[in-house]
């Protein structure tokens, strides 16, 4: 049975798409949505900015919160609470590290345009193929 569910989100459709799957799929499971901040490199813009910051990890969080905001409302929309977490780093290695802790991972088909999946790679496929628990890819 399944009771604790990871949902990864970024700001795509599909990542809310898989949040929505998560809730009407599995109603009583706790489910806790992740964010994660990618690494700091020239090809993800968002997180070199973060970098720049004083205290990174608190721009992480606050970059964070519109979309655990979302997602909340989703949730309420299904009468269920998420909770939330920020991770930081690779998102893949992040997804997947923190997978141990859950009984399935459900994630957006892809996040981005063609050049970052191309030059980032693809995410929901890593996490598929290294994850240690059931992964659903939602489209």
Do not use: C
């Not at 009407?24 to 690494?39: F, I, M, S």
């Not at 979309?67 to 299904?78: C, K, N, P, T, W």
């Not at 459900?106 to 030059?119: C, D």
Request: net charge negative; no cysteine.
């Amino acid at each position: 049975m399944i009771e604790r569910v990871l949902v990864p989100m970024d700001d795509s459709d599909l990542s809310e798409r898989a949040l929505r799957y998560a809730l009407e799929a599995h109603p009583a499971a706790a489910v806790t949505v992740l964010h994660v901040v990618g690494e700091p490199s020239g090809m993800m813009g968002a997180a070199a900015s973060l970098a720049l910051e004083g205290d990174a990890e608190q721009a992480g969080e606050d970059a964070s919160e519109d979309l655990f905001s979302r997602a909340r409302d989703v949730a309420e929309e299904y009468d269920a609470t998420v909770e939330t977490e920020v991770g930081w780093g690779s998102p893949a290695k992040e997804i997947v590290r923190r997978a141990e802790e859950f009984d399935a991972v459900l994630i957006g088909a892809h996040t981005g345009g063609v050049a970052e999946r191309l030059f980032v790679g693809n995410v929901a496929k890593s996490v598929v193929h290294n994850a240690p628990v059931p992964v659903t890819v939602v489209r």
